[in-house]
């Protein structure tokens, strides 16, 4: 019987870990998901402003050295969404 109980344990500490269970600071938000982009320590959620992005797009601003994400789609801030924004949409501006 112990099995089950040992294995909720480990997964609160687990939750506790990732900072899943904090209810009480209310103003410090304290976010899931990290921001990719090397050397950032800001929370991607989608809550603050946090985007979703395709690696590639996100390699084309800051290289892929810039990014710590190993996945095809990255988390990235909302600052560096906003970065990330500015950087295409003056691409784009070249255009016109
Ligand atoms: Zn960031």
New binding site residues.
Partial sequence: MGFKSKARKKRAAADAAAGRTGKREKEEFVGEVR???AG???F?DKKIGGRRLAYDRAAEVWGEAGIEGQSRRIS??????R?WKKATKDDFDEWS
């Fill in positions: 921001c990719d982009v950032c320590e800001n991607a990235i801030c909302k600052a560096h969404y970065e």
